[in-house]
């Protein structure tokens, strides 16, 4: 087993995935491995991702890395090989709230400056989407077509199958403990199976990013928080495809997953930080409450099964994205919030400028740096939920 590398890349999700077939796509000579904790690739906060692809956010930062992002879904077939099975089922944005609204439609008005087709929609506009909604109380709310899902799982194992093609390594059961040093400088990592060197090494550790950088004494605040979904029955009342529906108020969304379910959950914001998967079926209640009232057949829906993941959030709802200027040679790409599959390509091409050319030339990654938590506090992502 080879144990130096050029690029030693922490974690085996969506987002160590893409950046190291990011790397060798730029330079197939480079030595990449991933460093594993689990007996497979992909079983962490990725596998409980529900695909979400959405251009809807409120800032430059998060909808140009759908931008970026988001020709990998729509032409995955010619980039990596397989299709992700991709759907442009749109999201619908929903509020009461006429403060809200007026926040989304500045969204919109960014967003369409960035060249995305979403649109600020009356309530009645809202109804043509879907006959169930309850629309009399709204004030309004935000379409985009083009926003949609995808396969995350295919797309980890795309782009983990074009890297192996390039000679990508991934160590699966190797567990990082510590991270080797010279000086400030990180030159490796240590598992129970040895240490690996490396004159770069990520921390792509996701929802364990925090305590990875810990092992460098680098300060990342990006915290676990506990996301469930309620998976029911197909509900055929419901139409064979509708657009996911968020309602800004309480937070809840639904979407159908293909004919054979219906996906809810949200409602979670007061939720602490942790790393506990079980499923907590007493939190359900706040769903089922706002799903009765927003879509009333949702009450009537059979529950066929319930699980829980763990996404990685930020104070800003941004992902942090670059060097730890206190430890050179370690980088971070973590803190991705409720948007690390859809932004996961973007974040490895990102990457691969920054350890290979030095900066980030794609887009201005200022909002994402690790330094811009010491310098008051950035705009935040709004549309959350
Ligand atoms: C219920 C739910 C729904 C979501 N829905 C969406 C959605 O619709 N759209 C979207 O874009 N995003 C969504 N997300 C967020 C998305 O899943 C994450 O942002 C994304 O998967 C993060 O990928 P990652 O590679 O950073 O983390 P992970 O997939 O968790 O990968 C990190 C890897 O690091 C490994 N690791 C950790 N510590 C160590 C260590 N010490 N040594 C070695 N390996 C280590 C872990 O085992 C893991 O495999 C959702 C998340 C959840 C929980």
Redesign the pocket.
């Known amino acids: 087993m080879k144990t130096s590398a050029d690029v030693l890349v922490?974690?085996?999700?969506?987002?160590?995935g893409s950046v190291a077939y990011h790397l060798l796509e730029r330079d197939p000579r480079l030595a990449v491995t991933i460093?594993?904790?689990?007996p497979e690739?992909?079983?962490?906060?990725?596998?409980?991702?529900?695909?979400?692809?959405r251009f809807q956010f409120s800032t430059e930062a998060n909808i140009r890395l759908t931008l970026l992002s988001y020709r990998y879904f729509t032409d995955a077939e010619a980039i990596l090989g397989r299709s992700v099975d991709f759907v442009r089922h749109g999201y619908l944005f929903v509020t009461t709230d006429p403060a809200t609204l007026e926040r989304s439609r500045q969204a919109v008005a960014l967003q369409q400056s960035l060249g995305v087709r979403s649109q600020t929609l009356a309530p009645a506009e809202i109804q043509r989407h879907l006959e169930h909604l309850v629309v009399g109380d709204l004030a309004g709310g935000t379409f985009c077509g083009d926003d949609g899902?995808a396969d995350?799982h295919g797309m980890l194992q795309g782009f983990l199958a074009r890297g192996r093609e390039r000679g990508l390594h991934v160590l699966v059961g190797?567990?990082?403990?510590a991270l080797l040093r010279d000086g400030e400088r990180v030159v490796g990592a240590r598992t129970a199976q040895g240490d690996f060197h490396a004159p770069v090494v990520i921390n792509?550790?996701?929802?364990?990013a925090d305590?990875?950088g810990a092992l460098a004494g680098v300060e990342i605040p990006s915290k676990p928080y506990r996301?469930q979904?309620l998976v029911t029955d197909p509900l055929p009342i419901l139409p064979d495809v509708f657009p996911l529906i968020v309602d800004l108020d309480t937070g809840f969304y639904v979407h159908r997953q293909g004919k054979s379910a219906v996906l809810m959950?949200g409602t979670d914001k007061d939720i602490k930080p942790g790393l506990d998967t079980s499923v907590d079926w007493e939190a359900f209640g706040a769903v089922f409450q706002a799903a009765a009232k927003r879509v009333p057949p949702l009450a009537e829906a059979k529950v066929m099964r319930a699980y829980a993941?763990?996404?990685?959030l930020t104070p800003d709802y941004h992902g942090i994205l670059g060097p730890a200027r206190t430890a050179p040679g370690f980088h971070v790409a973590?803190g991705?919030?409720?948007?690390?599959?859809?932004?996961?390509p973007a974040i490895g091409r990102l990457m691969a400028e920054i350890v290979l050319d030095g900066r980030a030339s794609s887009m201005d990654i200022g909002a994402l740096s690790l330094d811009r938590f010491g310098a008051g506090t950035p705009p935040a992502e709004a549309n959350m939920f």
């Not at 922490?10 to 160590?16: N, P, R």
């Not at 460093?35 to 689990?38: D, G, I, R, S």
């Open positions: 922490i974690g085996a999700g969506i987002i160590g460093l594993e904790a689990e690739a992909g079983t962490g906060a990725t596998a409980k991702a529900t695909g979400g692809v899902s995350p190797h567990r990082v403990v792509c550790a996701g929802p364990y305590q990875v996301r979904v959950g993941g763990v996404r990685d973590c991705f919030s409720g948007h690390g599959f859809m932004h996961a």
